[in-house]
């Protein structure tokens, strides 16, 4: 089994350079007299009755002159790339590329091509992708849904850009979409110029080596009564961003024994001849726990992406509101975020977001045992979930039983073959939904 799947991943190893190669050196006149070299040239081995050979002959010395062409394109360039700070898996989005002219001459018919930062991936990976492809058969359903390569990291579209006169900069502008979060990498930047026969391109490699942060894809949210009411925080929370024990002023006294010097008002000690402090009160208020599973054993989970993606759309939702949110999952390690009231904002939650990975390494209870030892300090939970089964409704079973307020999002690749069972929440139905890959955002529409 293990040669056969060597010889596969070979072939797809093959494969994929050569198409890479082909769009990059080939334009599409030159990828149809290609496809045309290689019919004739399975057509012309009868000589006697076919006259294939001779179109085979002639092509193929098209494509050759064309090549030779390439050799004479020694042109210098420097670019200058102006990327923005984030994009998002799966939209578009579109930068602005400066590309210098170094030569004394005006240079014409250039296309601008990225070079990205993709390294092929290994037997190890591709042989992992593969085999949970062949263990998690799709339903006829499912397979007429279009999924996302796990291999494919962006789509970019060919740049034109216009002439560039002798020892001058022109800008053009690149759109590109990334079909994965997290960070993409680009090394350089290619100038392609094609032959006087409009066949085969010649290629100007300029380095420029960037990185952007892709976040994860966010669905929109209708008006939700989130969980939970406010509660007690020890110390309060600053309304600025601050470290260390910070409350909400109240008004300023005078100086008692034991008061913090730092609380002292300075200015007013000046005016009134006598020690004044600021005298601050602990708040009251809502904060919200958005529990994100992240236990699974498949290589690459559509499930889980989606999962990360729901996180992120409340993420986003609740921090424009007047409470806090932690995060928390396990990764690598445990990992507790809070957000809002000036402390982290939203975008250094997506950022977390955007690079959280599956957990394979640990049980489903080192995630229990962050989120009780969590609990007491929080409002209501947010539970976004990979599966519905017993160690998860245990976890839901428990916040409910310490008096928490949960709403539960289970995130499912098909439809449910039997009623989908409550469990913990059969007191509460309308606290739990099921949302079902490729219908995720009509179905979050209708949440209340």
């Known amino acids: 089994m293990n040669p056969i799947l060597r010889f596969l991943y070979l072939l797809y190893r093959l494969f994929s350079w050569s198409r890479f190669w082909a769009a990059r050196r ?24 076919s006259v294939a050979y001779q179109a085979f002959m002639l092509l193929l010395a098209l494509l050759l002159v064309a090549f030779l062409f390439s050799w004479f394109f ?6 200058e790339r102006s990327l923005p700070r984030f994009g998002t898996a799966g939209r578009p989005f579109n930068y602005r590329v400066v590309v210098r ?31 949970d492809d062949e263990n998690h058969r799709r339903s006829f359903r ?20 216009p002439p560039i006169p002798a020892n001058q900069a022109i800008e053009a502008r690149v759109e590109l979409t990334s079909w994965h979060r997290g960070f993409l990498r680009f090394n350089g930047v290619t100038l392609a110029r094609p032959d006087p026969l409009g066949l085969f391109r010649a290629l100007a490699r300029v380095s420029a080596p960037q990185s ?43 100086y008692r024994r034991g008061d913090p010097l730092r609380h002292i008002h300075w200015r007013s000690w000046a005016k009134a001849g006598k020690p004044i402090v600021k005298e601050f009160e602990d708040e009251f208020f809502v904060r919200h726990a958005l529990i994100l599973d992240t236990f699974t054993d498949r290589p ?24 806090l949110l932690d995060l928390l999952f396990v990764g690598p390690q445990a990992y507790c975020l809070t957000a809002g009231r000036g402390l982290a904002h939203t975008d250094q939650m997506l950022e977390i977001l955007a690079s959280v990975r599956p957990c394979v390494d640990q049980p489903f209870g080192a995630l229990e045992y962050l989120v009780m030892n969590h609990v007491k300090v929080v409002s209501g939970c947010i539970c976004v979930l990979l599966a519905w089964d017993e160690p998860r409704r245990a976890l839901v079973k428990k916040l409910k039983s310490l008096g928490l307020a949960v709403l539960v999002l289970v995130i499912l690749e098909k439809p449910a073959v039997k009623p989908f069972d409550p469990g913990p929440m059969r007191d509460e139905p309308d606290r739990l939904h099921a949302l079902e890959i490729g219908r995720i955002e009509e179905q979050l529409a209708v949440m209340k």
Not at 220 to 244: D, S, T
Not at 302 to 312: L, N, R
């Open 26 to 49: 080939l334009t599409r006149p030159g990828l149809v007299a290609a496809g045309a070299v290689l019919l004739t040239g399975v057509m012309g081995f009868d000589t006697e009755n």
């Open 74 to 79: 020694k042109m210098r360039f420097a670019v």
């Open 101 to 131: 002219n170094l030569t004394p001459k005006i240079q014409a018919g250039l296309t601008l091509l990225e070079n990205l930062a993709d390294p092929p991936p290994s037997f190890r990976e591709w042989k992992a992708i593969q085999l």
């Open 142 to 161: 499912l397979s007429q849904r279009r999924r996302v390569n796990p291999f494919k990291v962006v789509t970019v579209k060919d740049a034109v850009v």
């Open 212 to 254: 952007v942060l892709i976040l994860p894809k966010r669905y929109r949210l209708p008006p939700i009564a989130l969980p939970g009411a406010m509660k007690y925080q020890q110390g309060g929370v600053a309304l600025a961003a601050n470290i260390g024990r910070s409350e909400e002023f109240v008004s300023l006294r005078e």
């Open 300 to 323: 690459h989970s559509d499930v889980f992406e989606e999962a990360v993606s729901v996180a992120a759309s409340f993420a986003c939702t609740v921090l424009t509101q007047e409470s």
